[in-house]
Structures are given as structure tokens and as C-alpha cells.
């Protein structure tokens, strides 16, 4: 049996240029108004998030970022007590 997918509305106040645009657009593409701008808009959002979800770097973090993979620094006390601890919690005896 399908599931009901479930759906919100999203209106818009545009000028009627921009909506004639919006219209021929879709019309080239061979698709109704409502699924070009769905689309459009999906892949708006998507290109957004994607942007602020990438994590860019300095050249100097850069630089410190692959110097600390080539050569990472010893192990600190506090480090090597809390791997101790992690082991004893995930160990099943």
C-alpha cells in the first residue's frame, strides 16, 4: 500500500515579470510552473547548506591542519589516562 507523502504550502508575492519569466522558463523545459520552481528552489537550499556546512580554512590553518597529520604531537598524560578509560568502559569481559 503507498504512504501519503506529507506536504506543506509555500506561497509568494512576485511581480508579474518575474512570474512570466518563471513561466517561459518552465515552459522550455517542458515542466509546470509549480515543478521549475520547486526545483529551482530545492536546489537553492541545497547549494545554501552545502556552503555553510564546508569548513574553509586560512593557508596558515591549512598549513598547521597537515603539519599536525604529518607530525602529530606526543600523547599528553591526560590523553593516555582517558584511552585507559575508554578501554575499561568498552571492555566486555
Given at each position: 500500500?503507498?504512504t501519503?507523502?506529507?506536504?506543506?504550502?509555500?506561497?509568494?508575492?512576485?511581480?508579474?515579470?518575474l512570474h512570466?519569466?518563471?513561466?517561459?522558463?518552465a515552459?522550455?523545459?517542458?515542466?509546470?510552473?509549480?515543478?521549475?520552481?520547486?526545483?529551482?528552489?530545492?536546489?537553492?537550499a541545497q547549494?545554501?547548506?552545502?556552503?555553510a556546512e564546508i569548513?574553509?580554512l586560512?593557508?596558515?590553518?591549512?598549513?598547521?591542519?597537515a603539519?599536525?597529520?604529518l607530525s602529530?604531537?606526543?600523547p599528553?598524560?591526560?590523553?593516555k589516562?582517558a584511552?585507559v578509560?575508554?578501554?575499561?568502559?568498552?571492555?566486555?569481559e
Open positions: 500500500m503507498p501519503a507523502t506529507a506536504t506543506a504550502r509555500l506561497e509568494a508575492r512576485i511581480s508579474t515579470d512570466a519569466m518563471l513561466k517561459r522558463a515552459e522550455l523545459q517542458g515542466r509546470t510552473l509549480t515543478d521549475f520552481v520547486v526545483s529551482a528552489v530545492q536546489d537553492a547549494r545554501a547548506i552545502e556552503r569548513v574553509r586560512s593557508l596558515a590553518d591549512q598549513q598547521c591542519f603539519q599536525a597529520l602529530p604531537p606526543r599528553s598524560a591526560a590523553l589516562r584511552v578509560r575508554h578501554d575499561k568502559l568498552l571492555r566486555t
